[in-house]
Structures are given as structure tokens and as C-alpha cells.
């Protein structure tokens, strides 16, 4: 059974950190590209980060360029998200999501993404 399932979520201060995981199982997370999305209440999913099968190649929204990193150890069968400097407008409900896009220079849409998490919660607040 495919799974994807994430983990590392919690309540932080502004400026904290938290590193989220993404476990796979059920399939050869080599074959896949990997995305981070989040959902805040009352907005639209909004693409985090990525990055392709190798590792190769890392991109992230602006808004967390600079304090977010994406990882993965395909070994292990998981893809991590380090989550720096945390601010409040970073709150939210973080899913990981595999794709079989093989190229891009930019992150695929949502629509590109074949498996997604169930998701964990990240709070940033005072």
C-alpha cells in the first residue's frame, strides 16, 4: 500500500524552527519528485518547496527561500523539510507529495503531484 505520511509538525515561537519528515512506503521513492505544500486557514494550497528524484535540484516559494531547506534520502525512504525562523504567517497544515514529473525549473502544480500525506499541523505563535 503507497503511503506517504508526515510527521514534525507542532507549536513553535516566531523565529523557532521545526523539521518536518515525510516518510514513504509502498513504492520506490527514487522514481518520484517530491513536493511540500500548506494550507493555512481560509487560504488556498500553497506550494512550499520541492525537489526532483536525485536531489539534484531544490526550489521553494519566496516565501521561504533563504530559511526553508528540502532534503531527501531516498535510502531511507524519506524527504525532510528544515523549517527556520520560523513567522506566524507560516502556520498551517504541511502535505508532502510525490510526483513522476521527472524535469522542471520550476515547482509542479498540485495537479502534477499522482500521492499525497494526510498532513501535520504547524503552528507558529507567541
Known amino acids: 500500500q503507497l503511503q506517504l505520511v508526515e510527521s514534525g509538525g507542532g507549536l513553535v515561537q516566531p523565529g523557532g524552527s521545526l523539521r518536518l519528515s515525510c516518510a514513504t512506503s509502498g513504492f520506490n521513492l527514487g522514481d518520484y519528485a517530491i513536493g511540500w505544500f500548506r494550507q493555512a486557514p481560509g487560504k488556498e494550497r500553497e506550494g512550499v518547496s520541492c525537489?526532483?528524484?536525485?536531489?539534484?535540484?531544490?526550489l521553494y516559494g519566496d516565501s521561504v527561500k533563504g530559511r526553508f531547506t528540502i532534503s531527501r534520502d531516498n535510502a531511507k525512504n524519506t524527504v525532510h523539510l528544515q523549517m527556520n525562523s520560523l513567522k506566524t504567517e507560516d502556520t498551517g497544515v504541511y502535505y508532502c507529495a510525490a510526483s513522476l514529473t521527472v524535469l522542471f525549473t520550476r515547482c509542479p502544480q498540485p495537479m502534477a503531484y499522482e500521492y499525497w500525506g494526510q498532513g501535520t499541523q504547524v503552528t507558529v505563535s507567541s
Open positions: 525537489i526532483n528524484r536525485t536531489g539534484g535540484v531544490a
